[in-house]
């Protein structure tokens, strides 16, 4: 780790600090771990409802850390090939035939087959060699000098297999491409796994990763995070709407609005002129914050009410 | 401080959190990183590297907030400050000067340490509170006191036996606070003790007995259970799933060995789900056991995807969607009232049942499906039908009878169980977790 990371995890505070410069609002639980994340050089596993913000701390990290932000999306049928490495087919046959010259003049003057064989095998490996290896996320984020902030996206996707293969990446940070040997992480990147929970993922990998849950933020945490994502919205417009979403989240509901469509909402009523909340308005952008037909019925039934107390 | 920890961690993965030597190692690592100063910070940062899951996060915190609890000593109002008194000097025994001087740490340090010499990580029954209570007294030198007191207190002298009775006071408030010490303690390390005899005490036991309150832990038994099951099944499916040849992922591989078949791929084959066909008996002579059975249905459905379910007494009613839309508890009553789901609960009637489900899902029994039935048998002597039983077993994978009563009742009495076993593929006396994870195994090693 060099000089400027030691300077950006001094403590807990700077590193609240620090994100919150990034555009990303922590509360002391996620400040804590970020900063044990970093000194222990464990990954963190983000747990929580969809849309709390699980990528959104990874990219802030990236920026406060300025470092490069490498992202591996996972899903069902996700690979070595397609997270790890892959041979540049292509470009390996296209230079055996634009060399089959040279290849023929290396063999020329050779004894039979054995010796032509010797011959060749001095220039082994030169197909399989790096200028032929296209790396994929995971190995780009050990190969970059300074450190790179890895986001394993929705690990909870990827199949067992694949999780395993994850483990022996993440505990030793190094990985081995059976041609070249083992490939060791140059500096040890900043990990973030997030899980939106559709299955349980193994001890093993658990026990390998600090674990950090992201509910969704109380009502000062998330006018706070209003304030920073969308600095435009005047206070006392913060304040409604916050105290409007807090009140949906407590319904019933299939979906409840997570913080990006806070957000979202909070920059639409900008967009309207809107300076204070009123029942016609909540009601013609509530599609904004519900996703469901019946979601909206449900709160369209309480949102006078619920709209007068958050104006209070 | 170190100590500390590790008890802490002891008394963690007595409250069911798994801990590992690595996270132990974690723990010790966080802890000099973050200090003892400020206790959320401490606690934050212990849950992160301690606990895995939601539910690990609450039985830390709490079990952080009962282990880290100010043990009250230094609330101490023993101290008598009336300053270095001569007369105080006639206290020999160091327990004694620590009380006079008011010195909460001292005190609080020797409990702490007495409790390690006496071992109380061991205390396991609540009988032995009082046990543990007099070792770390006497740990602690309370003896010394002891005879302290008495000798100031046969002295004349005003001064002696003020201060008798100050180091009595004391004596006293040492005890309350020693006796709320082992009292926390024991809440924290006996809940170990006490949890894992339960569980294993509930394995055991006839299911027919179970109290309401356990059906909750029941639960998890059958889930962690049904995810071993899981768990075998997707190593299983590693070492068979190789398919038929992948055409176009050979060729498009093998380009670089200039279009020679050097690496053959393999399509994965397609991995068979289980699907299950459950039928349940919640007729009164089951009462007891068919909410075990209930229970083990409910998990069932939370864990496999392909199941129908159907409950039978008088006849027979499918209540798969029961699973989707209510919670345990509800699902549970509802099914044994059997309300509003079409199930008449009159007398048993096997055969009713048996005809009512060959029209209702017979046809839908392929060669993928498990049949599970889970009854007694006891058929009021009506016609019990194995004719149909014998149809679905040549339909089926298999067909599993789960019987709550023991082999040497089978076809005793009303019981036709004699005439339904030939066309089981297994029948097992279930009445049990033990039996039941028999049978989860069986159904594991035979694929």
Not at chain 1, 23 to 47: D, F, M, N, R, W
Not at chain 1, 149 to 159: A, F, H, P, Q, T
Not at chain 2, 346 to 372: C, M, P, S
Request: net charge neutral; with cysteine.
């Amino acid at each position: 780790m060099g000089m400027a990371n030691q300077m950006t995890f001094e403590t807990i505070e700077a590193v609240g600090k620090g994100f919150a410069g990034a555009g990303y609002v922590c509360s002391p639980t996620i400040a804590t771990t970020l900063y044990l994340a970093h000194h222990l050089q464990k990954p963190i596993l983000v747990e929580g409802p969809a849309g709390v913000g699980k990528t959104e701390l990874a990219k802030a990290a990236a920026v406060y850390l300025k470092r490069p932000l490498i992202r591996l999306q996972c899903y069902e049928g996700l690979d070595e090939s397609k997270a790890l490495y892959e041979w540049k087919y292509g470009k390996q046959l296209l230079y055996t035939q634009i060399l089959k010259d040279k290849l023929n003049e290396l063999i020329e003057g050779t004894d039979g087959l054995a010796e032509a064989v010797a011959r060749v095998h001095q220039y082994d490996d030169i197909f399989f060699s790096e200028r032929f290896l296209a790396p994929r996320p995971l190995l780009l984020a050990l190969q970059e000098k300074a450190g790179a902030v890895l986001l394993v996206d929705e690990v909870d996707r990827s199949d067992p297999e694949f999780e395993a293969f994850l483990l022996e990446v993440l505990s030793d940070f190094q990985v081995s491409v059976p041609e070249l040997g083992t490939i060791q992480a140059v500096s040890r990147p900043y990990v973030f796994l997030t899980s939106n929970n559709t299955r349980e993922m193994s001890e093993a990998l658990k026990r390998r990763c600090l674990h950090l849950h992201i509910p969704f933020p109380d009502e000062r945490l998330e006018r706070e995070i209003v304030r920073v994502r969308a600095p435009e919205v005047p206070a006392r417009l913060r304040e409604q709407l916050v105290a409007f979403v807090q009140q949906l989240r407590e319904l019933d509901l299939k979906k409840v609005p997570s913080v990006s469509e806070t957000i979202d909402w909070a920059r639409v009523l900008m967009i309207l002129n809107a300076d204070q909340l009123a029942p016609p308005l909540v009601r013609d952008t509530l599609h904004v914050l519900l996703k469901f037909e019946a979601d909206i019925e449900a709160a369209e039934g309480r949102l006078a009410e619920m709209t007068q107390k958050a104006v209070r | 401080m170190e100590r500390a920890l590790c008890d802490f961690i002891v008394a963690l993965r007595g409250s069911g959190v798994r801990i590992s030597m690595a996270e132990t190692l974690d723990a010790l690592r966080t802890a000099a990183l973050v200090g003892f100063k400020e206790r959320h910070i401490l606690r934050d940062a212990l849950s992160a590297a301690l606990a895995k899951s939601r539910a690990e996060e609450a039985i830390f915190t709490d079990c952080f907030d009962r282990f880290f609890a100010a043990d009250g000593l230094a609330a101490t109002g023993t101290a008598d400050p009336s300053g270095p008194d001569s007369e105080q000097a006639q206290t020999d025994s160091s327990l004694g000067q620590m009380i006079l001087a008011g010195d909460a740490t001292g005190l609080s340090m020797a409990m702490r340490q007495a409790a390690d010499r006496a071992k109380i990580t061991g205390i396991a029954f609540f009988t032995q509170k009082s046990l543990y209570i007099q070792r770390i007294l006497r740990g602690m030198g309370v003896e010394g006191l002891d005879r302290n007191i008495l000798r100031l207190s046969r002295e004349n002298g005003e001064a002696s036996q003020e201060t008798a009775d100050a180091l009595k006071a004391g004596r006293e408030f040492l005890f309350e606070r020693v006796r709320d010490f082992v009292e926390r303690q024991y809440a924290l390390y006996a809940a170990s003790a006490q949890e894992a005899i339960l569980e294993r005490y509930l394995r055991e036991m006839r299911l027919s007995n179970l109290e309401q309150r356990d059906h909750e832990r029941m639960h998890r038994i059958i889930q962690r259970m049904v995810k071993t099951l899981n768990d075998t099944r997707s190593r299983r499916k590693k070492a068979a799933k190789r398919g038929l040849l992948d055409v176009k992922r050979t060729l498009r591989e093998n380009v670089a060995y200039q279009g020679l078949i050097f690496e053959p791929r393999w399509k994965a084959r397609k991995i068979d789900r289980p699907d299950m066909m459950v039928l349940c008996d919640v007729s009164r002579s089951v009462e007891a056991v068919s909410r075990f059975m209930l229970l083990f249905l409910y998990s069932l459905n939370e864990e496999i995807a392909r199941i129908r379910s159907f409950i039978f007494c008088s006849n027979l009613a499918e209540v798969s969607h029961i699973f989707d839309q209510c919670g345990l508890d509800e699902a549970l009553g509802r099914l044994q009232r059997g309300t509003g789901l079409g199930v008449d609960l009159g007398r048993t009637d096997y055969g009713q049942a048996l005809r009512n489900f060959k029209e209702a899902a017979l046809d839908r029994i392929g060669r993928r499906t498990t049949v599970l039935i889970l009854g007694d048998a006891r058929n009021n002597y009506g016609n019990p039908e194995p004719g149909i039983l014998s149809l679905i077993h040549k339909r089926a994978r298999r067909v599993i009878w789960l019987n709550p009563e023991s082999p040497p009742f089978w076809g005793a009495g009303d019981s036709e169980m004699r005439r339904y076993l030939p066309f089981c593929t297994l029948a097992r006396e279930c009445s049990s977790v033990n039996h039941l994870e028999r049978v989860v195994a069986f159904l594991v090693r035979t694929g």
